[in-house]
């Protein structure tokens, strides 16, 4: 099965805190590509980082950091020091066959100052 | 550089209507994606193009949903008859498939069926 899994549904933090959202996939490919992606109230989806799953190497972007590991199939997202404009849903996603994305469900993310 | 637009932004329409979305994606980009999000199921990828061509339909609900792309710069997701449970953000996105392959989404159409 190509399937990913955001088992945190909501996360609720106070400014400043760092926080992780969690994202665990499934796939029998081993060629792929995992991506996040953030949607805050205003409602579009911002692209944020694409992974390919030969490079392990964690990245980081300012207050932003990616944890990729492919023995616990898990593509992490750690925001340090999170601010109130962070506050949005957060999407993971597996490229599969073709072009198609799979998503996860999300998870909210609410950051209160 | 703009990126994928979609029209219009918000749509309210009566059941049984004809509803016709839009959409423009990135110059340059040669795949284009339909998708609807709702709270019940989440983002659902509904068809998509590559080089102007259908590859993969088989999420389009039913046969009162059909999308067209005639040109590389421009595509039409129509639903007829509209349906109550269609009710639900549709969003463009396009990608440049073998170089990149993320997705860049448009603003979606909030599309209300009454």
Known sequence: AQKV??????????EKED??????YETRDTTYYLFWYKQPPSGELVFLIRRNSFDEQNEISGRYSWNFQKSTSSFNFTITASQVVDSAVYFCALRIYGNKLVFGAGTILRVKS | DAGVIQSPRHEVTEMGQEVTLRCK???????????????MRGLELLIYFNNNVPIDDSG???????????????????????????????????????????????????????
Request: negative net charge; aromatic residues 12%; glycine residues 4%.
């Open chain 1, 5 to 14: 899994t955001q088992a945190q549904t909501e996360i609720s933090v106070v």
């Open chain 1, 19 to 24: 926080v992780t959202l969690d994202c665990v």
């Open chain 2, 25 to 39: 994606p990135i110059s340059g980009h040669n795949s284009l994606f339909w998708y609807r999000q709702t709270m």
């Open chain 2, 60 to 114: 389009m609900p039913e046969d009162r949903f059909s999308a067209k792309m005639p040109n590389a710069s421009f595509s039409t997701l129509k639903i007829q008859p509209s349906e109550p449970r269609d009710s639900a953000v549709y969003f463009c996105a396009s990608s440049l498939e073998g170089q990149t392959y993320e997705q860049y989404f448009g603003p979606g159409t909030r599309l209300t069926v009454t």
